[in-house]
């Protein structure tokens, strides 16, 4: 199905707006001609892709509220009435889950418990994408890739706290939402999603490799490199929110035929992951963007640092058979389309917000497999929604 016609005309909230997945998620909706409504605590990190973009002036609103607070939720669901919500408003760092155990817990069970009970109060149709993490699984430091169905843990508390979201997610499906609405059920689909490791410009993150590699050769220091050995099953971003958007469509697209049995295949968890060779190490990450920016990089691994998973790797067979979903660019591509942007970037002292949002529709374009002028149809939509909100 075309998932473009799935968000034109829509009004799509997003959790989470202002960060790293959430401005990426935020740009291509606008630019598919949806009406997009942000909500987020703050801007994460200076710079900022969504500051960079400009974004917060192209939204049709640009909310500042705390998932943590159900009210200010429901008030913002309530004033917009979205169609879609994509809650990825979280806390999403593992070593700072050390230092700060109670909030990251309150933000991303709590934050998930409100969003869920937020959408069941509002008693609206309303299509639900629940982000999680690929770090949900119990790890057993398996060579083999996890299932949806395997069972869910965590040793520090980012990885425990989605996972007891995982569940808090199931629960309320099926206590509230699986119901058929025309039986006098819930009008809410809710599907929960579980990414891997994802890469691409704009992402200012600490304890992250990719901007600390970054921030190293744009001041030409060697990369410090904690962990090299370690695995992970690395995408681009764009490839992860591609599959976030599909899933969206097909549910809308089975609840308007009344599908009912494929409705409730789709209103589950999915893994988006990459292909088997795109699982790499972080060392292998960082010798190939020395690919593209030449520099250096150092072992730093620390002995006793806090834990973080050696091996994680997703299975993503449900998504390409049930969704026809599949990644699109390879290893070498992820990392090479990420550079550029950051190259392209830094070659400017003080990028434009015109330069910044150029370069990153440029690549949702080129992933989308279209050229800039093949899209002045969504360009113009998007201008339209922008204004009209």
Not at 211 to 216: F, G, K, Q, T
Not at 285 to 308: D, S
Request: with cysteine.
């Amino acid at each position: 199905m075309n998932v473009s016609d799935a968000y034109r005309g829509k009004t799509v909230l997003v959790t989470g707006h202002t960060g790293f997945k959430g401005s990426w998620l935020s740009e291509w909706l606008t630019l598919l001609g949806a009406r997009v409504v942000g909500y987020s605590l703050d801007i994460p990190s200076t710079p900022s892709h969504f500051t960079a973009l400009g974004l917060g002036e192209r939204v049709a609103a640009d909310v500042r509220g705390d998932v943590r607070s159900l009210d200010a939720l429901q008030a913002v669901i309530d004033e917009h009435q979205p169609q879609f919500i994509f809650h990825l408003a979280a806390q999403p760092i593992v070593r700072r889950s050390f230092k700060e155990p109670h909030y990251t817990v309150e933000t991303n069970l709590g934050g998930s418990l409100n969003v869920l009970e937020a959408v069941r109060r509002a008693e609206r149709d309303c299509v639900v994408i629940m982000i999680t993490t690929d770090k949900v699984y119990e790890n057993e430091e398996w060579v083999h890739a996890y299932r949806e169905n395997d069972r869910l843990g965590g040793h520090d508390l980012y990885s425990a706290s989605k996972a007891c979201a995982e569940i808090v997610i199931s629960a309320y499906r099926r206590s509230f939402f699986e119901r058929p609405a025309a039986q006098g059920g819930s009008r809410v689909a809710v599907a929960s999603v579980r990414g891997g490791n994802v890469i691409g410009g704009g992402d200012w993150s600490e304890n992250r490799i990719v901007p600390d590699a970054v921030r190293s050769l744009a001041h030409d220091q060697p990369i410090r490199v904690r962990n090299p050995r370690s695995t992970r099953p690395w995408q681009h971003v764009l490839d992860l929110l591609g599959g976030y958007l599909q899933l969206g469509a097909e549910i809308a697209h089975a609840r308007a035929q009344g599908d009912e049995e494929r409705l409730r295949e789709l209103c589950s968890a999915f893994n988006f992951g990459p292909l088997l060779a795109s699982n790499r190490t972080v060392g292998e990450l960082v010798e190939e963007i020395l690919k593209h920016w030449p520099g250096e990089w150092e072992n730093l691994h620390e002995a006793h640092a806090e834990h973080e998973a050696g091996k994680l790797n997703l299975t993503i067979d449900k998504a390409v058979h049930m969704l026809g979903w599949r990644p699109r660019w390879s290893f070498e591509e992820c990392v090479a389309e990420t550079v550029a942007w950051y190259r392209g970037y830094y070659m400017q002292r003080n990028p434009s917000t015109e330069a910044v949002r150029r370069l990153t529709q440029e690549q949702i374009l080129a992933y989308m497999g279209q050229q800039p002028d093949q899209h002045a149809a969504a360009r113009t939509a998007a201008a339209h929604a922008a204004g009209g909100g």
